[in-house]
T-cell receptor, first 116, second 113 residues
Framework: DGGITQSPKYLFRKEGQNVTLSCEQNLNHDAMYWYRQDPGQGLRLIYYSQIVNDFQKGDIAEGYSVSREKKESFPLTVTSAQKNPTAFYLC???????????????FGDGTRLSIL | QQQVKQSPQSLIVQKGGISIINCAYENTAFDYFPWYQQFPGKGPALLIAIRPDVSEKKEGRFTISFNKSAKQFSLHIMDSQPGDSATYFCAATSTGTASKLTFGTGTRLQVTL
């Protein structure tokens, strides 16, 4: 089955700790994205990547870091600098081939991060 | 800031009724407008999408109406069913932006029996 796999489903972070959220896709999509979802709010873009070894900040990148060493993988690290990390984190991917920029994003089922 | 404003925040509709969710945008460069459906504990799933060269797109019970001059678009769910109870997000993006989506704040739809 083609899709996006996020793990773990639930994650707990202690104060001062960095945690890494996994996102893997087997859709052969060029672009990958990380969003944060808070109750009653829409999805806000944290980081995105159009190609391996390159990524750009989204609207709320502070306190987060990413890497894109493989086309299939786009892990997100929530650092201790992120003071309010409790949220539902969603990873997505899309196909940019043809350069139209108007390709639908496909989402994983998210990781819920909480503070201990 | 590029915004997409969505209303209402929540909606209760009886089974068989029509659910209507509205969105308005500011950035005239937006040229692709998808709607996503999200169930609790799951990621959003693409429901239907429209480009501004058409005023309406229908897929089954779901219809998008688009008004380019007013910079508004809406989702109509005909013959609403309890299984449609979910949160719906409108979104927008423009060509050349790596498909970065700007999302509305979501509408929680409850379809009652």
């Amino acid at each position: 089955d083609g899709g996006i796999t996020q793990s773990p489903k639930y994650l707990f972070r202690k104060e001062g700790q960095n945690v890494t959220l996994s996102c893997e896709q087997n859709l052969n999509h060029d672009a990958m994205y990380w969003y944060r979802q808070d109750p009653g709010q829409g999805l806000r873009l944290i980081y995105y990547s159009q190609i391996v070894n390159d990524f750009q900040k989204g609207d709320i990148a502070e306190g987060y870091s990413v890497s894109r060493e493989k086309k299939e993988s786009f892990p997100l690290t929530v650092t201790s600098a992120q003071k309010n990390p409790t949220a539902f984190y969603l990873c997505a991917s899309s196909n940019l081939r043809g350069g139209t920029g108007n390709q639908p994003q496909h989402f994983g089922d998210g990781t819920r991060l909480s503070i201990l | 800031q590029q915004q997409v404003k969505q209303s209402p925040q929540s909606l209760i509709v009886q089974k068989g009724g029509i659910s209507i969710i509205n969105c308005a945008y500011e950035n005239t460069a937006f040229d692709y407008f998808p709607w996503y459906q999200q169930f609790p504990g799951k990621g959003p799933a693409l429901l239907i999408a429209i480009r501004p060269d058409v005023s309406e797109k229908k897929e089954g019970r779901f219809t998008i109406s688009f008004n380019k001059s007013a910079k508004q678009f809406s989702l109509h769910i005909m013959d609403s069913q309890p299984g449609d109870s979910a949160t719906y997000f409108c979104a927008a993006t423009s060509t050349g932006t790596a498909s970065k989506l700007t999302f509305g704040t979501g509408t929680r739809l409850q379809v009652t029996l």
